[in-house]
Structure formats: C-alpha cells, structure tokens
C-alpha cells in the first residue's frame, strides 16, 4: 500500500531551477466549470483576460478539482492531500488544526503569507481554531463562505462593510498586499479565492449589459464570470507594473466543475457534486515566466493536490515533516522532463450533507455585535471540535462515490448503503463522456486498478483516522 502513497521529496527535476524563488499568488474561482471560459469554446461568455493567459502561459487541458464541492477541494489545495483524509467531507466542513499547510511551510521558509476572499474551512472570527490566521497566513481579510455585492468580510477576525462586485473587491484587497510586500521587497503568497459565480448571481449592470439577448439570471452568471475575469486582469496586470510579473507563479483554477443547467462541464457528464468529470474537470491556468517563457498546454491529468507539492518544489523547499501526500510535484511535466503523470488520481466523494454556513447572516451578526463591543459564539462554537478524531471509520468499506484516474483510463467504484459494490471503466480519450462501460472489455487492466483504488481508499481512511498525526 505505501508504494501507492507518495513519500514526498521536493526533487527539482532535470532542469534545475536557477530562479530566486518565486512570489506565489493562487487565484482560485467558485463553481466555474471547464467549459465556463471563452478560450475553452463557451459560445456567449466574455473572458479576454482570461483568454490572454490561456494563450501566453500554462493552460491545463485535463485538470481535476480533488472533490466536486468546493471546501474540500480548497483544502486539497492548501495541504496537498485528498481531501477525506482529514475529514472534510463536504461542503462547510473545516481544516483539520493538525494538517500542515503550503502557508505554514513558506511561512517558515520567509514567506509573507495572505489570504483574501472565501475561505469555508472553517471560522473568520478572531478566537477560531480553524481562521486563516490559524492555517499560517499573516494578514487575511475573508469570509466563512461564498460573499456576493456590498460583503462584509472579516479583517483577522473584526467584521469590515466593503461596496461594489465582490471579485473587484477580492482583487483590490489582493492587490493592496501585494503592493506592500513590493515596497518591502518580501517575498509572498497570496491565496486569493473569489466568491464568484456562485449562486444567487448578481452583476453590475455593465457586466449583466454584455449579455442583454440572454435571461436575466443567465446575464448575472456570464456577468459574474465577466467582472472575476476583469478583477484576475488587474491582478495580472499589478505584478507587471510592480515589475513582479517575471518571476511570481500566478496559478488560477476553479473549486468543482460546472453548476447544473446554467454552467457550462464541455460536454462532460454530470456537473457539481458528481465525480465523473462534468463535476471535476476544471479550468486551470498558471505562468511563471522566469522558468516558462514559452506558453503550452498540458494534457496529462492534474489535480488541485498537486499545488502543494508543486508550489514547495518552485520554492526550493523540503520541510522536515509532511503527512501523506496525494498531490505530486508537476515540474518535470512542466518542463518536458516527463511526458507522462507518474501517479494516478483518486477520488472518493462519501455521502453526507454539508455543514451550512451562511456566511451574509454570520457576518451581519459579527459586525453588529462587535459594534456593540460583543463577539457572537455561534461560529466558534460550530468548530471547537475541528480537531478531534471521531469514531475510527471502518478501513475495509468506503461508501459512496470514489474513482481511480490511470492516465486516460477512470475506473468507477460505487458502493451503495447496503455495502453492495458496482464497477464502471471508460477511456476518457475515446468517451469524455462517460458513457460506454468497458469492464469486461480490459480483463488484464481492472483487477490492477480495483486493487490500486482499494488500497488508496484504506490508506485514506486510515489518515481519516488520524494514523498521520501519531
């Protein structure tokens, strides 16, 4: 089983990295599918800056959200592991206090660390065991969840009315720290993650007008994407201006795949919530120009795992102690040194609701209460227990949707109440759709991948467990 587990070494790969370590700015979206971007073939939607980058740097064709919700996925991000285990199943749940995380480590590698826009791993408020501020990051102004027009954001736990499009605002807070670290020369990260376009959907005006011949709330949508497309610009165009652009990896992807009915998977089946590839596949863009002068287009499977991993090999980082990681360092692909993903993919989705999180309601009772010299308990209350190991979950059964990603190859398995066990293989290169069962079709191939996802399954379980903290 640990042949299956990657025992992380930040190894540099063939082409040594003769950069200074670069500044990290990761740019994530809320619920934008593949197919929700003008460069990916969306008929209607407007995304020139998005567009610009797709053509001039790094575009990842063939890359996968860790989860089909959104905190999990975040939470692969930040750790580089697979997002069950350290039990965030779904939606609203939070980060693990134990985990460690690509803040904590560049923090202790010099980095100024910051985090803006939506956060749903946990509490905003100054006391949280599970805030950004206790996840590593120096200076952070969030929300709990999703935030639309006008948000109220916490400033490192004191609630702060902020006016205009929230992906505006995002970007402008972002760009504020950034700015700051230039004038000091420090180098940083910045994890910037907008609230957009998440339902309900609500544009400027001068977003919705671009697409006045659709229905109102498909305007609000494509208008969402528009003004996030518009706030990542100015990012973009910021770390030219502070003459960072060179060598700072800017690193964009979204959190799940497309909404159902209104987004846009590319064709794929299913859509949030699913993990066949309509709710995984999403849009990922990324450039360093110091290292990659010369855009390209990657093909090979990734994941929102692989950041952490990828991020510390960039930085010239090796902590001395990291949990089992699922992700892996994406360099030699970047540079050609490997043609191929030497990993595969898994992904297991278990059933069970989110833990809701209304991040309007919390945050219009912070910013009363604080007003009133008081600090509400509901939300500190909600995750006290962010960190205890519940009842040791069983490592021989693993209910609910998981999937084994072998290159092309995706192998299904799907375990209902009852514990019974059903099996689907496609080839994604001839069906990206899903829709053509080949089990009987590869007798050599699925016994090899049922066991390799069985095997992953219980070492996840186990680190759900809490084996990794021990």
Known sequence: MKALLLSFLVTVSAQAI???????????????????????GHPHLKTPNFDAMAKEGIRFDNFHAAAPVCSPTRGSVLTGRTPNRFGCFSWGYPLRPQEITVAEVLKEAGYRTGHYGKWHLGGVQKASPVSPGASGFDHW?????????????????TAKQFK?????ITAELAIQYIRQQSNQKQRFLAVVWFGSPHSPHRALEEDRTLYADQPKNVQD??????AMDRAFGRIRQELKDLELSENTVL???????????????????????NIYEGGLLVPALMEWPALFAEPKVITAPCTTSDIFPTVLAMAKVEPEKLHELDGINLLPLLEGTEKKRNRSIGFWERPGKGIPTPSEEWMSDLLAAQADGREPEGENRLFKDAGVI?????????????????????????????????????DLSADPTESRVLFAEQPERVPQMQMALEDWLESVARSLNGEDYK
């Open 18 to 40: 003769t950069t200074e370590p670069p500044n990290i700015v990761l740019v994530m979206a809320d619920d934008q599918g593949w197919g929700d971007m003008a460069y990916n």
């Open 251 to 273: 690193w964009y992807c979204s959190d799940n795949g497309a909404l159902p009915k209104i987004g846009s998977s590319g064709g794929r089946r299913g859509n949030k919530g």
């Open 390 to 426: 519940g009842e040791p979950m069983s490592v021989d059964n693993f209910p609910g949707h998981a999937a084994w990603l072998d290159g092309n190859w995706k192998l299904h398995r799907i375990e209902d109440k009852k514990g019974q066990v059903e099996w689907e293989l496609y």
């Open 164 to 168: 205009g499009d929230s992906s505006d």
């Open 141 to 157: 102004i969030s929300a709990p969840n999703f935030f639309d027009m006008d948000p109220i954001l916490s400033d490192e736990g």
């Open 221 to 226: 949508f494509y208008g969402e994407i528009t």
